[in-house]
């Protein structure tokens, strides 16, 4: 059996751990060669990339800070030169989700999180269309949003407005960056498990797993395995989409 990410590059933002993390250990055992982002958890990163040059793939630690739209470029520059001038894959998972009340909130804290979540994904896609479009086969950008985009939460206004917003750029670059050759879609995640989740938040955990029909949170590699699928020929006719991977959530009725 071929692997359905052999031969191809792919950069990762925000892969020093959690979803990040999920997603480019998915993508390197899939066969491709992993350009692992970080800002500021370089040790979690690096050993995402120690990871898989332990199970014999190829991985490269880079570091921005993606909230300077300069930095994006570099950065994904920096990841198409590392995989020899290519880069066929982005996933655009970095982002932040702060708790704060719309009364309370200032300015700079709405830009924070739209500059993270929102403002990076346009620049960053906008590189990486540019060198796709260069290339033989295009490429595919996935942007992570949220089941948030449609069903906001308490206090995440700015992270739930940002997410929205995630996915229909993705809808509309899909339309643009198509004659490219280059695919663009966005997986929407429920409530993914992380160490330590079920102790901090223990009631939210129990409505979850009592709301969810698969009856568990999601796992990261639950959210890699989507990534995958729309990078991979699988997916060759699929682009606008939005891949909602919330183990059920969202089909319950809400009456």
């Known amino acids: 059996m071929s692997l359905l990410l052999e031969d191809q590059v792919a950069l990762v933002t925000g892969a020093g751990g959690g ?28 050993d995402v990339a120690a990871r898989v040059r332990e199970r014999g793939g190829r991985a490269v630690v880079l570091r921005a800070d ?25 996933v655009n ?26 403002s990076s994904v346009f620049a960053c896609t906008q590189a990486a269309a540019g060198i796709m479009r260069s290339q033989d086969g295009g490429g595919t950008i996935t942007h992570i949003a949220s089941i948030e985009a449609s069903a906001p939460a308490p206090a995440h206004a700015h992270y739930s407005a940002s997410k929205a917003a ?19 879609n966005t997986v929407s995640p429920g409530l993914i498990d992380r160490e330590g989740l079920a ?9 979850w797993e009592s709301a969810a029909p698969t009856g568990r949170l999601g796992r990261p590699e639950d959210v890699g395995d989507a990534c995958v699928f729309l990078a991979s020929r699988l ?18 009725p809400a009456w």
């Open 19 to 46: 979803i990040g993390r999920g997603i480019a250990l998915r993508f390197a055992e899939e066969g491709a060669a992993v350009a692992v982002h970080c800002r500021t958890a370089v040790e979690a990163a690096r």
């Open 66 to 90: 993606l909230t300077d739209e300069d930095a994006c470029r570099r950065l994904v520059e920096e990841a198409a030169d590392w995989g020899g001038g290519r880069l066929t894959a982005l």
């Open 93 to 118: 998972n970095a982002g932040v989700q702060p708790v704060r009340e719309l009364a309370g909130m200032t300015a700079d804290e709405w830009r924070a999180v739209v500059d993270t979540n929102l």
């Open 166 to 184: 995630v996915v229909m750029h993705a809808r509309a670059a899909a339309l643009e960056y198509g004659p490219w050759g280059v695919r663009v």
């Open 199 to 207: 102790e901090a938040w223990p009631e939210g955990v129990r409505r």
């Open 235 to 252: 997916a060759s006719w699929v682009t606008g989409h939005d891949l909602v991977v919330d183990g059920g959530v969202s089909a319950r």
